[in-house]
């Protein structure tokens, strides 16, 4: 692997975001993703390199969190690390010299503000390749459908925090699935299951920001 790329994926997997970033503290002082990825361009690499660079650096970030041996701040910097990469790639995908996988459409929830599992998903799944339309949160039914009916091919992640507004999920889930019944729908948040999901008729459900960038690789195979 070329000396910029595997370093680009420690800056991401350690969420080093740039040469100002006091954090993490061992590579303080170091160039960061921002930098490393400016080079790499400079250096020739192809943005599609640099992509699957970022996409193996939070890859790394989510195994270890999966194994408890890292936290939601480590998956936060991880993922701003990312996005300093993706700042300087949006012009690839805006000019299609990088092809998106597809279009990922996520949202919290009528009734639900939270937006730290939502967000950490985004920045993963965009991470990986895809394109992320991010409608925040408390969002209500209709703007979901709203949202399909404009990007017809894309799949749909909806987010809840709350025991209080599964409700409102399996609701949006089931008004999505009877408009657009080929729709894959995936969802997520603390108080759901798998059991839950089958439940409200969703296509699949994703304990973390990995399982999701998962389900929505395997969908695209």
């Given at each position: 692997m070329h000396e910029l790329i595997e370093q680009l994926v420690v800056c991401v997997e350690r969420g080093k975001v740039n040469k100002a970033s006091p954090f993490p503290p061992g590579m303080k002082g170091t160039d960061g993703a921002d930098e490393v990825t400016q080079?790499?361009?400079?250096?020739?690499?192809?943005?599609?390199?640099?992509?699957?660079?970022?996409?193996?650096?939070?890859?790394?970030?989510?195994?270890?969190?999966?194994?408890?041996?890292?936290?939601?701040?480590?998956?936060?910097?991880?993922?701003?690390?990312?996005?300093?990469?993706?700042?300087?790639l949006k012009p690839f995908f805006q000019s299609g010299s990088i092809k998106a996988k597809g279009t990922f459409v996520i949202g919290t929830v009528a009734g639900d503000l939270h937006d730290i599992g939502k967000n950490l998903v985004a920045m993963f799944v965009e991470g990986s390749g895809w394109k992320?339309?991010?409608?925040g949160v408390d969002v209500k039914t209709a703007k979901f459908i709203d949202t399909i009916e404009r990007n017809p091919d894309c799949l749909v992640g909806l987010s809840a925090l709350l025991t209080t507004t599964m409700a409102m999920m399996a609701k949006t889930v089931k008004e999505i699935k009877v408009r657009f019944p080929d729709t894959t729908v995936i969802v997520g948040g603390a108080p759901l299951s798998i059991n839950a999901a089958k439940e409200m008729g969703a296509n699949g459900y994703a304990p973390d920001p990995q399982g999701a960038v998962a389900l929505l690789n395997a969908s695209h195979k």
């Open positions: 080079r790499a361009l400079e250096a020739a690499i192809g943005p599609e390199v640099i992509l699957q660079a970022c996409n193996e650096g939070m890859t790394r970030i989510g195994e270890k969190f999966g194994r408890n041996e890292v936290f939601v701040p480590d998956l936060l910097m991880a993922a701003k690390a990312m996005n300093a990469v993706m700042a300087h992320v339309v991010d409608l």
